[in-house]
């Protein structure tokens, strides 16, 4: 395919997703196919000779979209949201048609210093520490990982070396290190001490209080105990927006624990952060200015399409020293003097994609003031939302609301809960997901779809009325 | 911005991106910008209302380009190859557009199975064996990983864990560990010991022989070694294509050692696997039936853009066993048959991309004998440069060309050689990369670019040619 044949073909392209967005609230939310549908309508071998760019297209049409859940409906309520947007998608496909692998600064210097630079603006965008930028007053930068499983793996992992003196990387693991997390945190934090070689028993479950969020006095309980029975506890994790109800750990309380144990602080915020571009909705900061290091992504609330993790660190040295494999080859006055970066060091795989370019895309299209507006939006949806099912005596509230997510439930118990998600889902008119808080089934609510207006959620809410009676029967 | 308007901005952004391609030449390959020069380009904060995306296309000409080294470019002979594609740049658009996440199989089961389904189409293509497909007679299967780096951690910590009783991820590492490789392996072989806790100096490098092809009887002594003195050996990794000098290990016989000794093997050919979709290479994958697992990266040498590494394992219930958090929440019946996988659980992250459709497009739109025809081009190109080498007095090959790279050097030693890298690359004309062989400075010149065509490589020798002469002065 030459580049004329790109430009046609890419126009075609641009066009089927042009019509997807516009279409795609006549597809059923969640896909209807069986296991092994996809599979059945694909040919069983390769084909020997190429085919015909157009039949590749029709074949999304009738092959792909059935196999499809749709995360950019306006009515995809699960999980939390991936909400892509136009400027993302196109400054995606800028990376793909430039090709660069950014493992180093030299290997295209660009990619290195556009993500380092618009990492620095969204620290001021969302109020951060300034420590956690790259040209602050202190030692700290942020780097795009894919996902914030790999933000808080390496996190772990720079804090099992701290720990340990930078010894464990050498050596091995040689002494018994315990991490701590909520009972509500994500369950990446268990697949990393798994890899880490620190082992998922050693990661301590602490409790929560009645909001879901972490109890400090029982964190500081755990990790003295852990001390006085001789083992190193090295990381906390404190959660800013759980993912069962965006329950947010008290941050300063659980740095105070941290400082006071020399244990390693990550905060997680990976949804809720890209609140903190609204001022107003800087509270769940509260503290950050005290962690080693912090993520959150603006592949779920800030329009920018998955993959794409922002994470910090106040101290880049520990960060780079426990994953710097080379450390004399790859050196140069450039990278030393730390006006350069290379980012190899700073994550788990050694290559990298240009990232940076979908986040500079989204900024410069929506600017600071149409970000904001559109956490506003989704953020004034989610309460008027829970005004609605406080007012209803056939629902309740299962956690507090903070931002975008509500979690709720028939009052008819949990079988009532689970026959309403399945008949909601069912219908193809929408897609919720379920939590379990205190032991009971909840139904979620996120709002932060890119395209979700109020007459969304307001046909939600009907719908979730209507099928009420039919659910307690 | 509507999907109007994406269609509108989408159609600008294809054909900047048709119009780089047309005219990549013009650009010198390797960036001459300095630190900091592009973040000097851009404001220091971002903007806090939207900008027209004009200003964002205009940018990328006059902010960003200069600081690209242009990986696409037909003149890039440097590392391995990163040869995107138009259809794999216009599957990667879909991806984006469709902005579906697919941790699990319910969360697009599009995304999982086309996946599935391509993986086992390469496995043909390749021809692997059986074992490493989803359907075949064993209980194997592949997935997409970001890169071979990822894919040998992953591996190493399946090995881990079936060494361990899958106990290491429950209590951490308990004991000592041990892995190997060549003294010619990938660096994320370093890396992947010291993040799984076995620690670097456990990972011993096997010497290699005179082709940098590690030495089995050598391997069989360290591994023998290591038992004696009571360490438990785990991991042996043999590289199909190293990065230095594409040498190839002798796997059939490593793959003894690793059966006496109940040893996991993983093989790397990251860049080299591609080779095999010509019958007449396929002779690279001699003993890759032994191994329990294998990667090859289409993001190297298969017109496929980063990032798109394949994964295959023999047993697939020692990577999920090993990456599966929360089995019984995750486990459901289709699961448990193995009709449809959860990718979560055969990876680091939780969240992955349709990275699927770019394979897809990719092998439609050329047919395997026009993936056939791009290997075989870089191939013959690679011998006739290897013919002209040899043939000229002052240069000598410095190791075996079994594909499409050639390493050599100037018959003047190291500092003619260094002055002739430096002059060929500040040239703008073309980009190189060294290695060292034996202690001694080589050239590589890799050919795999999807639009380099012998015109380009005559161009480089003739380059070659002219400096040789002042850089033996």
């Keep these: 395919m030459t580049p004329e044949q790109f430009r046609h073909a890419g126009r075609r392209t641009i066009d089927w997703i042009a019509h997807y967005l516009e279409t795609i609230e006549r597809h059923p939310v969640l896909s209807r196919v069986a296991p092994g549908e996809i599979r059945r309508r694909l040919p069983p071998r390769a084909p020997e000779r190429g085919e015909p760019f157009d039949a590749i297209l029709q074949d999304l049409d009738d092959v792909i979209l059935p196999g499809i859940t749709h995360w950019q409906s306006p009515n995809f309520f699960a999980y939390f949201p991936a909400n892509a947007s136009p400027p993302a998608i196109l400054g995606d496909l800028v990376s793909s048609g430039l090709g660069v692998q950014g493992m180093l600064w030299a290997t295209s210097p660009a990619c290195t210093e556009l993500e380092t630079h618009v990492l620095d603006w969204l620290v001021d965008l969302l109020d951060l520490p300034d420590r956690f930028k790259s040209d602050g007053a202190g030692a700290g930068g942020g780097v795009i990982q894919d996902t914030a499983s790999s933000a808080s793996l390496c996190a772990l992992l720079a804090a099992r070396e701290r720990a340990t003196g930078f010894q464990t990387n050498e050596t091995g693991v040689d002494r018994a290190l315990t991490a701590y997390t909520s009972t509500q945190a994500h369950s990446s934090l268990e697949k990393a001490a798994g890899i880490a070689g620190i082992g998922r028993r050693n990661l301590r479950p602490i409790e929560v209080d009645a909001a879901q969020a972490m109890r400090p006095d029982a964190l500081e309980r755990a990790i003295a105990a852990d001390r006085r029975a001789g083992r190193t506890p ?140 559109h956490i506003r939006r989704h953020v004034a949806l989610a309460q008027e939302f829970a005004g609605w099912v406080a007012a209803d005596d056939r629902f309740e509230l299962a956690a507090p609301v903070p931002l975008n997510l509500v979690c709720f439930r028939h009052v008819g118990g949990d079988p009532a809960n689970q026959r309403l998600l399945d008949e909601l889902n069912g219908s193809g008119s929408l897609y919720l997901t379920h939590a379990r808080l205190d032991g009971r089934l909840v139904l979620r609510l996120a709002i932060g779809g890119t395209f979700t207006e109020r007459r969304h959620v307001a046909g939600a809410w009907q719908l979730i009325r209507d099928r009420a009676g039919a659910a307690a029967a």
Tied chains: 1, 2.
């Design 234 to 373: 090295c990381f906390v994790c404190a959660t800013v927006g759980t993912t069962a109800s965006t329950a947010i750990d008290p941050v300063p309380a659980i740095a105070e624990v941290c400082r006071r144990y020399g244990v390693w602080l990550h905060v997680d915020a990976a949804h809720a952060g890209s609140a903190a571009l609204c001022p107003e909705l800087r509270w769940i900061h509260a503290g950050v200015e005290h962690a080693d290091s912090y993520c959150f992504n603006p592949h779920k609330w800030m329009l920018t399409n998955f993959d794409c993790d922002c994470f910090y660190v106040a101290d880049r040295a520990a960060l780079i020293s426990t994953f710097s494999v080379t450390p004399e080859y790859l050196r140069n006055p450039a990278t030393e003097s730390g006006t350069v970066f290379d980012y190899r060091d700073w994550q788990v795989p050694l290559g990298r994609r240009f990232r940076a370019l979908k986040l500079w895309f989204v900024i410069r299209q929506y600017g600071a003031e149409g970000l904001r507006a």
